[in-house]
């Protein structure tokens, strides 16, 4: 499990192991556009404040990942115990 702030919301949610961060922004009532829910179409795209992302989709650059400034909500997990989030 990893927390996520977000920035923006004021709002800080845990993401248990069986969830993913775009499950867990609908329960709260964030509303996170998504498609294909695989990590391959970009749009559940976020940006990331702070925080180390392990990227598990296949629509970032490399570079991109490496930079670590977006994630894909719908896939990928926080390396670290919490992600700060621009939303
Ligand atoms: Fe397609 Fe997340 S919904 S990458």
């Known amino acids: 499990a990893f927390e996520v702030d977000l920035a923006r919301s004021a709002l800080t949610l845990q993401v248990p192991a069986g969830k993913t961060i775009l ?3 609908r329960e709260h009532g964030i509303d996170m556009p998504s498609s294909c829910e695989q990590g391959a179409c970009g749009t559940c795209r976020c940006g990331v404040i702070e925080g180390e992302v392990i990227h598990q989709d296949v629509y970032l650059s490399n570079a991109e990942k490496a930079e670590g400034k977006s994630i ?4 990928s997990r926080a390396a670290s115990d919490r992600l700060i989030l621009d939303i």
């Open 72 to 75: 894909m909500t719908c896939v």
């Open 23 to 25: 499950e867990v922004l």
